[in-house]
C-alpha cells in the first residue's frame, strides 16, 4: 500500500514574522472544532467569536518567539509581538496540545476545516455571529448551539433552541438610538473607551450626516470583513468593525474639556488619524491611552491593537483623517453582542479576497453570505440605507438610459 495522502497546513502571522507548519492526513479532514462566543473572548480578539481547532503539528511546537498572555489560570494565548496577530492558545495542562487560531491559517484544500458547533452563545444576549452561521458549508449539517459549555459525555449541556433569542427581544434597526456613551475594552482592559452613540447629530440634514451613520436611526454603520490581512490580525475568518467620527471616541474620565492648555485629564481622545498615531507613539504618552498600540501594515493603514492581550481596537485608514474603525466584539451594549441598539449592521456586507482565498474559506464565505441574506429576510430587517439609496440610483438609470 501506498503512503496515506496528507494536507501541508500553514499558521503564519500578518507581519509573517512567524510561520508554523504540519501536515494533516487527508482522511481526517474536515477538521471540526467549537466556536466560543463567550464575553471573555470576544473582548479578547474583537470579534463576535474565537475559533481555533487542535495543532495538528508536534505537541511540543515551539511558541518560544511568541509574546504570552495569561487569559487564564488554565489557558495562555500567543501572539506575535510586532503586529500583534493572536497565533495559538494552549492549556496549563502538562503534554497539552496547543491550538490554533482559524485565521492564521492557509486556505490550501477546499475542506480543511468546517464549523461543528457554538458553545457559551448565552453570553452574547442576542445569538451574536450565530444566526449566520448555522450549519456547516460542507456537511451542511445543523450547528448546535450551547447557552454554556457543549454537552459530553460526563458534562450536562444546555441547547439553545432555534427560536432563542425571541425576536421581539431584540431592538429594531430603525429604532433610534439613545443618547449617550457606551464601553468598548479589550480583555485585559489595557485598552478602555467609551463610544458616544450619534443621537447629537438627529438635527443634522441627512445630506449633511457622514456615510456612516443612519439617517433614520442614527445607528452606526457595521459592516464585516474576511480577507487575509484582517483575518491574521484578529485570529478568527471573520470579523466586524463599525464607524465612528474621532470626536465620538472619549476617555472614561475625560472632562470634556478641550485645547492645548487643557489639563491632560482633561484632554479630549485625539480627534485625527495623525494626531492619534502621535499620541500613541510619544514617550510621554498619555497613560490613558494604556497598552494601545499599532501596527503599520501598509503607508495607509494603521492597525491597532492591545499590546498585552492582543485584541484587535481600531483599523485607521489615512484618506479617512477624522475617523476609526472600532472592532465590534469590543462594544459592551446592553442590547448584546451585536449592540443592534446603538449598531446598524449591514448583513449584505461580508469583504473578502474577491474570490482569491481559495480552498475551504470559499466555501465558507459563500454560505455564511447566504446565510446572513436569508436571516435579515426571516427577521424582517430592511436592507440598510447605503445599499438602497444603491439600487434605486440604479434604478433610476435603467429608466433614464
Sequence with gaps: MGEEETVEITSQCLCKAHVFMASVKASALPLSFMLCHCESCRHKTGCLYFSDVRWPGAADVDLSGLQKYYFSETLVDYFCGECYSPMFCKRTDPGAKAGVCTGSLSSSAPNLLEYGSHIFVGDTLDGGATPWLRKGHISGQHLRRWKGWNETSNRAGEELPPSWPEPSSLPKPEGKVLPGTTPFYCHCRGVNLLLRSAADLAMVPE???PWYVDPTSHKYLVTSCACELCRRSCGADMTSWTYAALTHVEFPTAAAAAGDDASPEARPFPLSATALKEAVSAKDRDPRLGTLEFYQSSPEVERYHCSRCSAQIFYVV???????????????????????????????????????AGGWRDGLIGETRREREEWRVERGYPEVWRKVREESLKARSVVLS
Design 207 to 209: 445630506g449633511d450626516l
Design 318 to 356: 489615512s484618506d479617512r483623517p477624522d475617523m476609526v474603525e472600532i472592532a465590534v466584539g469590543l462594544i459592551s451594549h446592553p442590547s448584546g453582542a451585536r449592540a443592534e441598539g446603538l449598531l446598524r449592521w449591514d448583513y449584505a456586507s461580508l469583504a473578502d479576497d474577491e474570490g482569491r
